[in-house]
């Protein structure tokens, strides 16, 4: 059984959405110079496209930001991040985070398994130990897959909080629906979603833990009340 996880349409995801506005934006990669990087649309055009960030948003990060075990998952992931990159950003908080992942899609923009390759490293270096993985598989996912599948999806939704936003676990107890990827949203960038979250992702859940996971972000249609 695979477990999914899904950024519904880049932004957006409503159960009860009855009213839906629907919005393309058009995302690539461009090389700015030969130094300088993965680029895509500047973010302000991102968001006048999608015509939805307003002050509720915000306020919800704001909250997110505030919830103690945010903070030590960002301080954690932050501190880990800055390790493997070999660099720290000036910046606080959340955007701290941003500017460290977009330092290395810039540094490493030729070469993208190197990003990918990096971000495994990072996911691994927030466990205790490597010697947890063949422990989890052992009795864990490899006995008991659809249970080692609905318990990712419950602990993925509290633990990515302070990265993507809120979430849920869809009825199937194995799909976790982002309501709006906040990652995706402030690096602005296929590339960077690609190289450093999306496909480091897969292959540290199938390797690490013996869970294949998919991610399903939609780079295109943006829904909203």
């Not at 460290?100 to 993208?112: D, G, M």
């Not at 996911?123 to 063949?134: K, N, R, V, Y």
């Amino acid at each position: 059984m695979t477990a999914f996880l899904t950024t519904s349409n880049f932004a957006v995801y409503h159960q009860r959405s009855h009213q839906a506005k629907k919005c393309a934006i058009d995302s690539m990669i461009l090389p700015r110079n030969k130094v300088q990087a993965t680029s895509c649309r500047p973010r302000s055009q991102i968001l006048m496209a999608s015509n939805i960030q307003d002050e509720k948003l915000q306020e919800l990060y704001s909250e997110l930001d505030k919830n103690w075990l945010n903070r030590l998952l960002l301080s954690r992931f932050r501190s880990k991040l800055s390790e493997q990159v070999g660099y720290d950003s000036e910046q606080v908080g959340y955007p701290g985070v941003i500017d460290i992942v977009l330092y290395l899609a810039r540094r490493e923009w030729q070469n993208p398994i190197t990003v990918q390759e990096t971000s495994v490293r990072v996911l691994d270096s927030l466990f205790p130990g490597t010697w947890i993985f063949p422990l989890f598989r052992r009795f864990f996912s490899t006995p008991f897959p659809t249970f080692s599948n609905k318990m990712n999806a419950h602990i993925t939704r509290i633990a990515t909080q302070w990265l993507m936003g809120e979430s849920i676990v869809d009825e199937d107890g194995v799909t976790v629906l982002v309501t709006r990827c906040r990652y995706l949203e402030e690096t602005s960038c296929v590339g960077t979603c690609v190289n450093s979250c999306k496909r480091p992702t897969q292959e540290f859940f199938a390797s690490r833990l013996g869970i294949n996971v998919h991610l399903d972000p939609n780079y295109v249609r943006i829904y909203t009340n």
